[in-house]
């Protein structure tokens, strides 16, 4: 079975600041990682993807994750934080194997940029 | 190009009627997913299509809960005899595989 853990409900910082937001899996194989961000009332957005290679992936607005096998983590991160990227981001997971279509997604960090 | 669109954005049911979401993906993408985000959690994985098959739908709840995909592009999801559990949003999604997964906005489903 595959799963994921945000340890965090929420991630509070100042614009300007760097941004993390955790994320840890668990799957019996090599896994294929993605980030995606909801803002209100609308769907899923991808973000970024590790699936092979560069354990540092770079995504869409800035944003980059770090896979680390070791401590089975995948962890979103921003250099400089913007007002605009608040929002609720979830990290999620796709097996290797014959299920590997299916994603399985983090509870959610909800995210808020002050100015 | 366009993205998944779904409708309607917002259904309100009484409990006990009959409920049909309809899922437009991304042209050419051959899967289809359909995915239930309670609130305050992230989306449930219900069911999965690949051009018209349904290859697993272990993820759907109860058999009053009911997915096709007639002809490879578009998608309904019905549920029958709804309940108060029932409300939730419902998310579709398609990708090419092996790529990611593209996804609507959803549709927000009350039941009173």
């Known amino acids: 079975a595959q799963s994921v853990a945000q340890p965090e409900d929420q991630v509070n910082v100042a614009e300007g600041n760097p941004l993390t937001v955790k994320c840890t899996y668990s799957?019996?194989?090599?896994?294929?990682l993605f980030w995606y961000v909801q803002y209100p009332n609308r769907g899923l957005q991808f973000l970024l993807k590790?699936?092979?290679?560069?354990?540092l992936v770079k995504g869409s607005y800035g944003f980059e994750a770090e896979f680390n096998k070791s401590q089975t983590s995948f962890h979103l991160k921003k250099p400089s934080a913007l007002v605009s990227d608040s929002a609720l981001y979830f990290c999620?997971?796709?097996?290797?194997?014959?299920?590997?279509?299916?994603?399985?997604f983090g509870a959610g960090t909800t995210v808020t940029v002050r100015a | 190009g366009a993205g998944v669109s779904q409708s309607p954005r917002y259904k309100v049911a009484k409990r006990g009627q009959d409920v049909a979401l309809r899922c437009d993906p991304i042209?050419?993408?051959?899967?289809l997913f359909w995915y239930q985000q309670a609130l305050g959690q992230g989306p449930e994985f219900l069911t999965y299509?690949?051009?018209?098959?349904?290859?697993?739908k272990s993820g759907l709840p109860s058999d009053r809960f009911f997915a096709e995909r007639p002809e490879g592009s578009v998608s309904t999801l019905k549920i029958q005899r709804t309940q108060q559990e029932d409300s939730a949003v419902y998310l579709c999604?398609?990708?090419?595989?092996?790529?990611?997964?593209?996804f609507g906005p959803g549709t927000r489903l009350t039941v009173t």
């Open positions: 999604a398609s990708s090419l595989p092996p790529r990611e997964q593209y």
């Open positions: 799957v019996s194989g090599n896994p294929y």
């Open positions: 590790y699936i092979t290679g560069d354990n």
């Open positions: 999620a997971v796709r097996d290797r194997g014959p299920n590997d279509y299916k994603l399985s």
């Open positions: 042209s050419g993408h051959v899967s």
């Open positions: 299509f690949q051009n018209e098959a349904q290859l697993d």
